[in-house]
């Protein structure tokens, strides 16, 4: 039996609890603008950029039956632009600026992304089918920063009513994340830059 795609996000409760956990990291930084996939619930994304201080979010979809999604249920609770394309033509290195590259893909096709985003704050969320939580960190890191040697060290997890998931604290050279495996249609990960 085939899986389709998620089409509606709203009621993915682990997902919700790690973008709690990963705002309340970011509370203290003054964020002004998204660059991001919101995914089909765009106007619920919005909303969630706003609560969080955002002003303005520059929004992308590459697939047209997504877009068209999208823009039916689209209400601008911040200043919004969609663009029809690949998030890879984002200008990388915008101040004050949050990347938000939440996939619905495993590493091996996200490789790109991530390469052309290392140096920005950004937010990365993958699949880890077919590759496994453990070879898609790996990656990540040596996606980074290939001449050093990453570490990885289990945080604890969190089980209570709002969401379940893992924490891991990883680096890769000077670079810090904090990473969140989680189970949502598929299991998934999420690697959150830290800002000192």
Request: charged letters at 20%; one cysteine or more.
């Amino acid at each position: 039996m085939a899986s389709s795609v998620k089409t509606d996000y709203s009621q993915s409760k682990n997902k919700r609890a790690v973008q709690n956990a990963i705002f309340n990291l970011y509370k203290r930084h003054k964020f002004n603008k998204v660059v991001g996939l919101a995914g089909p619930n765009i106007t619920d994304y919005l909303k969630l950029m706003k609560q969080h201080g955002f002003k303005s979010a520059e929004i992308y979809e590459n697939d047209i039956s997504q877009l068209a999604i999208q823009m039916n249920n689209f209400r601008p609770v911040i200043e919004s632009k969609i663009q029809f394309g690949d998030i890879i033509q984002a200008k990388p290195n915008q101040p004050n600026t949050l990347y938000d590259l939440d996939f619905c893909c495993s590493i091996n096709t996200a490789n790109q992304h991530i390469q052309k985003f290392s140096d920005d704050v950004a937010i990365t969320t993958l699949s880890i089918r077919p590759v496994g939580f453990m070879r898609t960190v790996l990656n990540y890191l040596q996606l980074i920063d290939r001449k050093s040697n990453p570490i990885i060290e289990f945080l604890g997890s969190v089980n209570n009513d709002l969401g379940n998931y893992r924490t891991y604290s990883l680096s890769a050279g000077s670079k810090k994340y904090i990473c969140y495996l989680y189970k949502d249609s598929v299991p998934m990960v999420t690697i959150q830059s830290i800002i000192y």
